[in-house]
Every structure is written in structure tokens, then in C-alpha cells.
């Protein structure tokens, strides 16, 4: 089945270090791949998004760029802040069904 | 305004009892979500349920039975409950059933109701 894997944490980063979540995916179909973002004690909130080859999801000054190619859909940020500490997930969707299909979760933690 | 909204936030209960987890959505959405994240922050899909009927149910024991109402609320309550159900629950809703294929609609989520079993 369809499956998606990211980079193990914790990740620690000084305050405007440059920053690569890896992920990559398994799917049969041509899933949507997204990146979902849990602040401590909080819900998950959508980072960004892209739903065909090399389209480019970008946000907040995070990117990721849909590479069917190598199956990824890395995470990047050019220079992190301590309110980026929070745990990233990688995640596709395709059709069938509608579910999302998570990474386990990568922790970041930006130190000032 | 709170687009997707879930109560209780923490639950506490004790082994054996009886509970229910309530989920609203005003986005209009048809489809809404149940999913379990566990101690290791990892996240499964649960159930789904499109216009009140039931889409995808996943291997969760029959102790978790999820009632939607209708197509704004989908609650999830859980009979005897075990140490293993404690996790955080969120729920999601997502804009489906139309012409755009599922794949391409996000899915909004909830702030999640942290269950601990004792």
C-alpha cells in the first residue's frame, strides 16, 4: 500500500540555519503531497501543498517541490526561527478513500 | 470563528468506562475524519464518513463506533475503554463529493482531545 517516510528526529538547528525535512513516498496512483505542521500542545495546521510533478508548495518561507522522479517531496527553509520549533509531517492523499497517508514525524527544535 | 472544533480537549477517565468525543465543522464540508495520534506523534486514519455514511473504516476494534448526524458533526465514542486508547484524537473535514478529485481538497483539522486511560 501507499506509504510515505521522512527523516528521523529530533532535528536541532541554531536560529537562521538552513533547514531539509526529507521525505519520501510510495503510491501506485499520483497522490497529492502535503506538509502539515503540530505546534506544541496544538492541532495540525497545513503548511503547504502540491498536487502534480513538479509543482512547487511554498509557505511561510518553507518550500517543497513534488519530484516523481525520486518519489520525495522535501521540506526546506532558508533560514529557521525558534517559532518554527514544532513537529513536520510529510503526508500524501490520493483517491481512493480520500485518507491521508503521514510520515512518523519529524521534531525540530530551533535554539536562539 | 473556529473552523473545525472538537470537546472535550482532555479526557480523563478510568479503565473500563464508556466515553464520547464530539466533532463540529462549519466549513461546509461533506467528508470528515477520525484520526488517532499515538505516543510517538504518529497519525492513522480512523474512519471517514462522506454525507453521513461511513467511507473508510480502518482496522479499529469495534469498541470505537463513530455517529455523524449529519454532514457538520462527526462524534466518535468508545466503549470499554483499554491503556491502549490513550492517544490524541483529531478529527478533519475536508471539501469532497464534488467534480475536483479527492485527491487535491485539504484537509482542515481539529485541535484534538487528548484521552489518557488509567
Known amino acids: 500500500g501507499d506509504s510515505v517516510t521522512q527523516m528521523e528526529g529530533p532535528v536541532t538547528l541554531s536560529e537562521e540555519a538552513f533547514l531539509t525535512i526529507n521525505c519520501t513516498y510510495t503510491?501506485?496512483?499520483?497522490?497529492?503531497l502535503f506538509w502539515y505542521v503540530q505546534y506544541p500542545g496544538e492541532g495540525l495546521q497545513l503548511l503547504l501543498k502540491a498536487t502534480k510533478a513538479d509543482d512547487k508548495g511554498s509557505n511561510k518561507g518553507f518550500e517543497a517541490t513534488y519530484r516523481k522522479e525520486t518519489t520525495s517531496f522535501h521540506l526546506e527553509k532558508g533560514s529557521v526561527q525558534v517559532s518554527d520549533s514544532a513537529v513536520y509531517f510529510c503526508?500524501?492523499?490520493?483517491?481512493?478513500?480520500?485518507?491521508?497517508?503521514f510520515g512518523q514525524g519529524t521534531e525540530l527544535s530551533v535554539k536562539p | 470563528d473556529t473552523a473545525v472544533s472538537q470537546t472535550p480537549k482532555y479526557l480523563v477517565t478510568q479503565m473500563g468506562n464508556d466515553k464520547s468525543i464530539k466533532c463540529e465543522q462549519n466549513?461546509?464540508?461533506?467528508?470528515m475524519y477520525w484520526y488517532k495520534q499515538d505516543s510517538k506523534k504518529f497519525l492513522k486514519i480512523m474512519f471517514s464518513y462522506n454525507n453521513k455514511e461511513l467511507i473508510i473504516n480502518e482496522t479499529v476494534p469495534n469498541r470505537f463506533s463513530p455517529k455523524s448526524p449529519d454532514k457538520a458533526h462527526l462524534n466518535l465514542h468508545i466503549n470499554s475503554l483499554e491503556l491502549g486508547d490513550s492517544a490524541v484524537y483529531f478529527c478533519?473535514?475536508?471539501?469532497?463529493?464534488?467534480?475536483?478529485?479527492?485527491?487535491?481538497?485539504?484537509?482542515?483539522f481539529g485541535p484534538g482531545t487528548r484521552l489518557l486511560v488509567l
Open positions: 478533519a473535514s475536508s471539501q469532497d463529493g464534488g467534480f475536483s478529485p479527492r485527491r487535491l481538497e485539504t484537509q482542515y
Open positions: 503526508a500524501l492523499r490520493d483517491n481512493q478513500g480520500g485518507k491521508l497517508i
Open positions: 466549513l461546509g464540508h461533506d467528508t
Open positions: 503510491a501506485t496512483g499520483y497522490p497529492s
